[in-house]
């Protein structure tokens, strides 16, 4: 069974600093990434990494983000500094399957809130 389990969210404050983990099993994943959805906006792709290693950004987010990610411990990281209020909300953990085009896995999310 595929499972992704985000943690590591929570409430800071505007220039924190917070750190998110994605633990993942069930299979070997491709690329993966992590998403956020504001209330009353649409989900949006905030990073992503292939399994090689190879990462990418937001514009909203380079810069102030990074993702990484253990392929033994079958984890993602996203280390976020410098936080903004326009960074509150939910935060999803997703990957593909490898050479997969589409996220077909998601976690159940984690709530970041940046206070002003």
């Known amino acids: 069974q595929v499972q992704l389990v985000e943690s590591g969210g929570g409430l800071v404050q505007t220039g924190d600093s917070l750190s998110l983990s994605c633990a993942a099993s069930?299979?070997?994943?491709?690329?993966m990434g992590w998403y956020r959805q504001a209330p009353g906006k649409e989900r949006e792709l905030v990073a992503s990494?292939?399994?090689?290693?190879?990462?990418g950004y937001a514009n909203s987010v380079k810069g102030r983000f990074t993702i990484s990610r253990d392929n033994a411990k079958n984890t993602v990281y996203l280390q976020m500094t410098s936080l903004k209020p326009e960074d509150t909300a939910v935060y999803y953990c997703?990957?593909?399957?490898?050479?997969?085009?589409?996220?077909?896995?998601w976690g159940q999310g984690t709530q970041v809130t940046v206070s002003s």
């Open positions: 069930g299979r070997t994943f491709g690329t």
């Open positions: 997703a990957a593909k399957f490898v050479g997969g085009v589409l996220y077909r896995y």
């Open positions: 990494i292939s399994s090689e290693g190879t990462p």
